[in-house]
């Protein structure tokens, strides 16, 4: 969420960051409903005070045995008075809040502006492009030929944009994700965390999904959503905290089922396992102070990354633009993985920092011995990567001409010293 306080001093700013989101102008909307707001608020300052003084006054003339009628009813008149204004004051702050808490963050000064994913900057690519002596093919044709990517029968027991994996596809999914999670927590210092995958509304709305893209979530009949991303529970594990700087930063990390509606991706990436309602992903994040949030994205990114280098799939690095970004990020790094099947490269992961914005959503604190008062955390999170779309980049990039798989080097350990999946493979 945005600081008010910001915005007062710097209207133009904002307007401008919302342009480049897509977004009208809104600054003289958010800045008279907080003028209003704090002209109820001092006059109700002012009514209590006079009230207080009223209250010991007729003690005082009570004491005396004085006649303070009067002063009961004035009294009386300024409770009325408070009540009307302590709604009234209630009802703008709601709709304040409720207004910023639909703005998205501000775009980092770097951040390209543009519409949409056509604006999105290259970086760098990583990796050479593998060279087949036969014509690739896509995941869902080999899959289905080793008989371990089932799409059908999904669909027979939950509907479209599912899969059911089995056999040496099923293992490789398990691969992929053990391999993450050492690579994360041995090398770069995550600390693993199991979540719960049903959160309540104050989670999801702590890091950004509430309350713009209920749609895309799901919802139980309880009350619960399903996380979208395990980025929801362990942000908010600090959530309404004020932690000691020297807990910073805090890295965690979890392999979760992750539930998406994709109301706003329908009729997209339809074909095959890259847009499902449930899928795995490894999801990085770190709680950090403000001076350390830029480091940490490269920091964050390159954890990341070197799980496709080590992989040896080739990436590319991409910086998203203003239109493209998501609602709580204020730079993204996109990491888009080759897939020959396809050819063209796809995102396999987006690492984003996001400042104070979901720290003050959370209203998730640290306080330093340096100085008076607290400050809002940073936070940052990335998939490290997405489970799914690395099996769909290992059997593109390492697929043979009889359909075969070829298994990295570096899984082999994780599949049991298993080096080619074939359709006997178990």
Request: proline share 4%.
């Amino acid at each position: 969420m945005l600081d008010i306080k910001w915005i007062r001093e710097n209207p133009k700013q904002l307007d401008k960051a919302l342009q480049s989101r897509g977004i009208s102008p809104c600054s003289n909307e958010l800045i008279e409903l907080d003028r209003r707001r704090r002209s109820f608020q001092s006059s109700l300052q002012e009514l209590q005070t006079r009230r207080n003084e009223l209250s010991k006054k007729i003690g005082q003339l009570k004491a005396d045995g004085k006649d303070v009628q009067k002063l009961i009813s004035e009294v009386g008149q300024i409770r009325a008075k408070i009540q009307e204004l302590q709604d009234e004051e209630r009802h703008i702050s709601a709709k304040l809040e409720d207004n910023l808490s639909a703005l998205p963050n501000i775009p980092a000064d770097d951040v390209p502006v543009g519409k949409n994913d056509d604006d999105n900057v290259e970086l760098r690519r990583v990796g050479e492009l593998p060279n087949f002596t036969f014509e690739p093919r896509d995941h869902v044709v080999i899959g289905e030929h080793l008989v371990g990517m089932d799409f059908e029968r999904a669909s027979k027991i939950s509907g479209s944009r599912f899969v059911i994996l089995s056999g040496a596809i099923a293992r490789l999914e398990r691969a992929l994700a053990n391999f993450m999670l050492d690579i994360h927590t041995v090398k770069y210092g995550y600390k693993e965390i199991s979540v719960p995958v049903l959160v309540k509304d104050h989670a999801v709305f702590g890091t950004g999904q509430l309350p713009k893209f209920a749609e895309d979530l799901f919802l139980t009949e309880n009350g619960f959503w399903l996380i979208p991303t395990a980025e929801v529970p362990l942000t908010n594990m600090v959530s309404g905290e004020i932690l000691s700087e020297e807990k910073l930063p805090i890295r965690v990390c979890a392999l979760t089922n992750c539930f998406r509606s994709e109301a706003g991706a329908a009729g997209t990436d339809t074909r095959g396992m890259l847009r499902q309602h449930q899928f795995n992903k490894v999801e990085l994040v770190s709680i950090v102070h403000p001076d350390e949030s830029e480091v940490e994205q490269e920091r964050m990114t390159r954890a990341a990354e070197s799980v496709l280098e080590l992989l040896e799939l080739p990436y590319r690095r991409m910086l998203l633009s203003s239109g493209d970004m998501g609602f709580s990020a204020k730079r993204t790094f996109d990491i888009e993985v080759w897939l020959p099947g396809q050819n063209r490269y796809r995102e396999i992961s987006s690492c984003s920092t996001c400042g104070d914005f979901q720290g003050r959503r959370m209203n998730a604190r640290f306080k330093s011995e340096k100085q008076k008062g607290t400050q809002f955390v940073h936070t940052l999170n990335g998939s490290g990567v997405a489970v799914g779309r690395a099996v769909i980049a290992v059997i593109e990039n390492y697929q043979n001409a009889d359909n075969s798989i070829s298994i990295p080097e570096v899984l082999q350990p994780y599949m049991g010293g298993l080096k080619v999946i074939t359709s006997d493979a178990r």
